[in-house]
């Protein structure tokens, strides 16, 4: 399996401290579960560049959407084991545009996924949702990383 994280917008500048922090729990995840991150300049180039995947290999996007579903560490990680014991060979989490995503994209997505009802910077929700697909692979691998608490 394969992970990619997206967001909606301009490439994080060089001295962004949240995309360098986003980063390392994404090299930490590289040993495991190969894994990048990408920057779309459009909900519709995004979408477009899902749609151009082999259908074979078409990857399940995640969607960071508000009136998702929120999720624990653990229901997320479970999630994800589902995923991959389906098949799934590539998923891709986004952070959708600063007007949030439109009824189309909403509608491509296997997942919409909340943290809350907050409004949270890119380059931070980036960095939580880094964070947490490396707890995820954590518990999955049976790593002490996360505690539970």
Do not use: N
Not at 56 to 64: D, E, F, R, S, T
Not at 103 to 124: D, H, N, Q, V, W
Request: glycine residues 6%; aromatic residues 10%; contains cysteine.
């Amino acid at each position: 399996m394969q992970w990619t994280l997206a967001h909606i917008g301009a490439r994080p500048a060089a001295g962004d401290q949240f995309d360098h922090l986003a980063r390392v729990y994404l090299q930490r995840i590289q040993p495991s579960i190969p894994c990048d991150a990408s920057a779309f300049r459009s909900e519709h180039a995004f979408l477009e560049w899902l749609r151009r995947r082999p259908a074979k290999i078409a990857p399940l996007a995640v969607l960071l959407d508000s009136r998702g579903r929120q999720l624990s560490s653990e229901e997320f990680a479970a999630w994800l084991a589902a995923s991959r014991d389906q098949g799934a060979r590539h998923i891709v989490f986004a952070i959708g545009p600063a007007d949030g995503w439109s009824g189309e994209a909403r509608k491509c997505a296997r997942l919409l996924l909340s943290f809350g009802p907050m409004t949270i910077a890119y380059s931070l929700a980036r960095l939580v949702l880094a964070e947490q697909l490396y707890r995820a692979s954590t518990i999955l691998s049976g790593h002490p990383y996360h505690t539970g608490h």
